[in-house]
């Protein structure tokens, strides 16, 4: 590997990560929409939680499940694509490994948009289908069971599913650069997420009476649609 491939393989992941399907989906199909003060109602807590990323999630609740979902499909093909095409043209060198972590960098601190940018969730899952998409379906799969069975917990679902990642790539790999990017993936998302961190804290703290799972799940696009999939196979009544 070579210094300038190395950088050039971060910097189009970065720029490319940096493109928001947020803001131009919610631009062109209600340019009026304001995202900057989205909020989720919570059952038994008198403030709302603040949405303080631009998300799939966040546009879910402004537009509907159906943009929430286009928004998501695309934030994981551009990265999926940027990283697959580097793949393609250095085939033996894993320079797209580099492209991947550019492109979720980018996506959550966007150059051109005053790095206010998503969590990260899409972007991570594009570049890891680039990479290995029999470990973007295990460790997804793996993770959901994991909160909803045994945690009984729809927050946990993704920090759980990103930390398999590390022993995937270790066990799998064993390669010093793969290992790097499953860490730093962990890293960036729980630094992208620090802000709504703590309001789901303070939401958690605030709740009275024994908050449940679905409640939580039901004010989101995303939850909704993870608590249909629960439901179906019966992890959930």
Same mark, same amino acid.
């Given at each position: =590997?070579?210094?300038?491939?190395? %950088?050039? +393989?971060? @910097?189009?992941?970065?720029?490319?990560?940096?493109? +928001?399907f947020t803001r131009i989906v919610v631009r062109l199909v209600a340019p009026k929409t304001d995202l900057t003060h989205m909020s989720i +109602?919570? *059952? /038994?807590?008198?403030?709302?939680m603040a949405m303080t990323s631009y998300s799939a999630n966040t546009v879910g609740l402004a537009l509907g499940s159906r943009y929430g979902?286009?928004? /998501?499909?695309?934030?994981?093909?551009?990265?999926?694509?940027?990283?697959?095409?580097?793949?393609? %043209?250095?085939?033996?060198?894993?320079?797209?490994?580099?492209?991947?972590m550019g492109g979720v960098l980018g996506h959550n601190w966007p150059i051109y948009y005053g790095f206010k940018g998503g969590r990260g @969730?899409?972007?991570?899952?594009? /570049?890891?289908?680039?990479?290995? *998409?029999?470990?973007?379906?295990?460790?997804?799969?793996?993770?959901?069971? %994991?909160?909803?069975?045994?945690?009984?917990?729809?927050?946990?679902?993704?920090?759980?599913?990103?930390?398999?990642?590390?022993? $995937? =790539?270790?066990?799998?790999? $064993?390669?010093?650069?793969?290992?790097?990017?499953?860490?730093? @993936?962990?890293?960036?998302?729980?630094?992208?997420?620090?802000?709504?961190?703590?309001?789901?804290?303070?939401?958690?703290?605030?709740?009275?009476?024994? /908050?449940?799972?679905?409640?939580?799940?039901?004010?989101?696009? =995303?939850?909704?649609?993870?608590?249909? %999939?629960?439901?179906?196979?019966? $992890?959930?009544?």
């Amino acid at each position: =590997m070579t210094i300038n491939l190395v %950088i050039f +393989s971060l @910097i189009i992941g970065y720029l490319v990560g940096s493109i +928001s399907f947020t803001r131009i989906v919610v631009r062109l199909v209600a340019p009026k929409t304001d995202l900057t003060h989205m909020s989720i +109602s919570v *059952p /038994g807590v008198s403030q709302p939680m603040a949405m303080t990323s631009y998300s799939a999630n966040t546009v879910g609740l402004a537009l509907g499940s159906r943009y929430g979902a286009m928004v /998501g499909l695309l934030d994981m093909l551009k990265v999926f694509l940027i990283t697959l095409g580097i793949r393609l %043209i250095f085939p033996v060198q894993p320079y797209y490994v580099i492209t991947a972590m550019g492109g979720v960098l980018g996506h959550n601190w966007p150059i051109y948009y005053g790095f206010k940018g998503g969590r990260g @969730i899409s972007a991570t899952y594009g /570049g890891l289908f680039a990479i290995d *998409p029999l470990c973007a379906l295990s460790t997804s799969v793996t993770g959901m069971l %994991i909160a909803l069975i045994i945690f009984h917990d729809f927050a946990l679902i993704f920090p759980i599913s990103l930390f398999l990642v590390i022993p $995937w =790539m270790v066990l799998r790999t $064993w390669e010093p650069l793969y290992i790097l990017y499953a860490v730093l @993936i962990n890293f960036l998302f729980f630094i992208a997420i620090i802000p709504e961190l703590k309001e789901v804290v303070r939401s958690r703290k605030e709740k009275i009476g024994a /908050g449940t799972m679905q409640e939580m799940m039901e004010t989101n696009p =995303m939850g909704r649609s993870m608590l249909k %999939i629960a439901r179906r196979f019966g $992890w959930l009544k």
